[in-house]
């Protein structure tokens, strides 16, 4: 009897034991699928670059027509889109931030040191990796903050 207690005792515990093992590897998943997002999304941004920087080559071998030129002009810089990786303005951006709390500045769409350093510091209150960079995951986050 006393034995067939001990037994059915280390079985317990060796379920429990298997169970955290098996937590821990999910966890460790986890956390492996969260860098490769990563890896993913800073991919994904290095192919749009690319792909810009493809686009301003052809543009040059092409000889740009005038109203090509107007658009660019008329729209956003390129430090912006640098800066500014989803379908936003600066303005937008800018107006977030101000809400929120983290941009003093005047919204002009301009991004500049001031709009960079409120990015920055909202990704880090808000845990977010800290690039200054406004893509999506920081936008989710920020955008909630554009309409009060």
Not at 18 to 39: A, F, S, Y
Not at 71 to 96: L, M, Y
Request: net charge neutral; hydrophobic share 35%.
């Amino acid at each position: 009897m006393i034995l067939s207690a001990f037994l059915a005792g280390c079985a317990t515990s060796q379920d429990r034991t298997q169970l955290t093992n098996l937590q821990m590897r999910v966890m460790e998943m986890e956390k492996d699928q969260r860098q490769k997002e990563q890896v993913i999304q800073e991919l994904s941004y290095q192919v749009k670059d690319l792909s810009q920087d493809l686009e301003r080559i052809k543009g040059k071998a092409n000889q740009a027509r005038p109203e090509k030129l107007a658009a660019v002009k008329a729209g956003s810089s390129q430090a912006d889109k640098d800066i500014i990786r989803v379908s936003i303005t600066a303005e937008q951006a800018q107006t977030a931030l101000k809400n929120a709390g983290y941009y003093k500045g005047n919204v002009d769409g301009k991004i500049g040191d001031q709009t960079k350093i409120a990015i920055s510091q909202f990704q880090k209150d808000h845990n977010l990796k800290a690039d200054g960079i406004l893509g999506q995951g920081t936008w989710t986050e920020l955008s909630t903050y554009l309409d009060q």
